[in-house]
């Protein structure tokens, strides 16, 4: 799982590490304003203290099977080893080394368990550990007490050697920063060494697939992630995988009726539902490693994706470049769409391009991967010359993933138009000699876009959108209408051209909504973002100080979008900058690019690897009470 499209979190250096950037605060709930309005005096006043929704949590998380003090005690079976409670030191040593936040310890025994205690006082807990009123158990989920509290702890008697039932630990953990909840289980089945013990095994798998089904029926917003040493290879995997619907942090996958097991061949796995995502598995294995256990130490990152409502499951992008904030105020009393975009949906008049750039290409780009300009600040380096790439990745020196990687590589159908040859700069970079990798579960190939076409017109693009998805809607569409734009560089920035071409282009957008409705598939489960992608354009010189051209309106609507909302009152995180073009220090405005996370989570997926802005999925739309875990 560790294509070019992985996703990574910021993770700031210990001791002060903060995994994620909201914190989780209580609701006061949201009172809907009058219908019509797109200003920010218009929509819904949302409290300080409003409720947010939880958003993407990352964090390290691995197992480790600490070889039992028994073994190297007197008589033991290890000879010349170290004692379990020398040997823990190591292990403490490399979970800290490794920044580890959560680990599933097999042969945890009482001296180890104790000398852990001794060596991490309260920066730990560790369940059942010490614990001797859940029943003898010698397998411990250990977490650090700065990220996680403690919830809710339950034991699973697992058959273990003879079939005798063993005690296995489950906690549901809460993220302090987000608010995020996930079950960890993690198990010790047996191995052959006191006779045949696959019927065990099976039977131990099957215990643990069912708890993973039930704990998802009963907690909806929690992942679940399984740890532990299996004894077993492939057909762990495809056991459990296939009956819970369950991914490997080391890859692999299964359709619900065939199986593909990772390679590798490990007994010690790190497991979870699809809704954690996980990269940089890791299996470490060196001489310190082995002079601690006789097994390796496995880990990998974790990420949840932020809430989002669960009837999402098409998103609607449309850009439009050209379109300024000025513009859409002025006509919003005549134009149909423009209110019904603002009663249906939360809105701004007010959020703004990215800082180095106000142009078509650049805000584009930025929409699609979430990064700022310059590559050395690790933006796509579109718009830091005057001249297009020959494809993203080579302005920015290095593979740049986009919301079409996350969507294709998660099995997503995937669609682009637009009017704008300039355009074609997408397809270059995202094509099959061009995409990256896709490490996540069954390969869809390096193709990220589908379905890719530039058009005469707009009316030609929005035609042929609407002919495909009445063929196969996909999950993720991007339409630049690039008709403003264009009669803006023909006619001017002002007078009855421009107006009349944005009239237009929101005639393009009803009907694509009216597209959206006649589907049966996507009636109903498709979220439509609409927003300008820079605005107007200076015919000389730099337009980055021009308020006409850095102001841009942006509209969503769809299923628990709070309707007649201003996205400022709902996402207090981000502050309306005024007239200001604010650089990336300090406070922050809406900007296009925090689009991109928007649609990953509102598919359900992680933040967009490398993303600049927005990494936690902070920016929403949605009514906090439409979302599952707020």
Request: contains cysteine.
């Amino acid at each position: 799982m560790f294509g070019s499209s992985l996703f990574r979190l910021p993770r700031p250096s210990r001791p002060a590490r903060r995994l994620g950037a909201v914190a989780l605060t209580l609701a006061t709930g949201l009172a809907l304003a009058p219908a019509g309005g797109v200003s920010s005096a218009s929509a819904v006043a949302v409290t300080d203290d409003a409720l947010q929704t939880t958003p993407a949590t990352a964090f390290r998380v691995g197992t480790f099977n600490v070889l039992g003090a028994d073994h190297t005690a007197p008589g033991g079976n290890r000879k010349g080893w170290d004692p379990g409670v020398v040997r823990m030191d190591r292990v403490v040593s490399l979970i800290g080394e490794h920044e580890l936040d959560v680990v599933g310890f097999q042969e945890f025994q009482p001296p180890q368990a104790t000398r852990f205690q001794e060596l991490t006082g309260t920066s730990w807990q560790t369940y059942p550990g010490l614990d001797a009123t859940v029943g003898p158990s010698v397998n411990s989920i250990g977490w650090r007490t700065d990220v996680w509290q403690l919830l809710e702890s339950r034991t699973l008697p697992i058959p273990y050697f003879s079939g005798a039932p063993s005690r296995m630990p489950a906690v549901l953990l809460q993220n302090i920063e987000t608010g995020r909840r996930v079950w960890f289980f993690n198990t010790h089945n047996p191995a052959d060494v006191r006779g045949p013990a696959q019927q065990w095994r099976d039977a131990g798998f099957a215990m643990e697939a069912a708890l993973a089904n039930e704990l998802r029926a009963t907690h909806p917003d929690a992942a679940f992630i399984s740890l532990g040493d299996k004894n077993d290879r492939a057909r762990y995997y495809c056991s459990v995988a296939m009956a819970a619907d369950m991914w490997s942090a080391s890859g692999g996958w299964t359709d619900g009726t065939s199986c593909s097991a990772p390679a590798g061949g490990a007994i010690d796995w790190i497991l979870g539902t699809k809704n954690v995502y996980f990269n940089g598995y890791t299996r470490l294995w060196n001489d310190y490693v082995s002079q601690t256990s006789d097994h390796p130490l496995y880990y990998a990152n974790a990420v949840v994706p932020a809430s989002a409502p669960p009837a999402v499951d098409h998103v609607v992008v449309v850009a439009v470049p050209g379109l300024t904030s000025t513009v859409a105020r002025s006509l919003a009393p005549d134009v149909a769409e423009l209110g019904r975009l603002s009663a249906n949906g939360a809105s701004t008049l007010n959020a703004r391009t990215v800082a180095e750039n106000t142009g078509p290409d650049a805000n584009l780009v930025s929409l699609l991967t979430g990064r700022r300009v310059f590559p050395k600040q690790g933006g796509h380096g579109v718009g830091s010359t005057k001249a297009l790439p020959s494809t993203v990745h080579q302005s920015a020196g290095q593979y740049v993933s986009g919301i079409f990687d996350l969507a294709h590589n998660n099995s997503y159908r995937t669609t682009f138009v637009s009017s704008r040859s300039q355009t074609d700069l997408l397809r270059r970079s995202w094509n099959k000699q061009t995409g990256g990798k896709d490490p996540y579960g069954k390969d869809d190939g390096t193709a990220k876009i589908d379905r890719f076409k530039v058009k005469r017109d707009d009316a030609a693009s929005v035609g042929w959108w609407r002919d495909n998805i009445g063929r196969k809607p996909s999950q993720l569409s991007v339409i630049e209408l690039g008709g403003v734009a264009k009669t803006a560089l023909a006619e001017g920035w002002n007078g009855p051209a421009y107006q009349k071409a944005v009239r237009k282009a929101f005639q393009k957008v009803a009907a694509i909504r009216r597209g959206i409705d006649k589907q049966p598939a996507m009636a109903g489960t498709t979220l439509l973002v609409v927003t300008g992608t820079g605005g107007a354009q200076r015919s000389k010189g730099s337009s980055t100080t021009w308020k006409q051209s850095y102001r841009v309106p942006m509209w969503v609507t769809g299923p628990g979008v709070a309707a007649g909302s201003s996205l400022y009152s709902l996402n207090p995180a981000f502050t309306e900058p005024g007239e200001a073009q604010v650089p990336y220090s300090g406070d922050q405005p809406i900007r296009v690019g925090d689009l991109a996370n928007l649609v990953t989570r509102s598919l359900g997926l992680p933040p967009v690897p490398g993303a600049t802005m927005d990494p936690e999925q902070r920016f929403s739309a949605f009514d906090p009470l439409a979302v599952p875990g707020s």
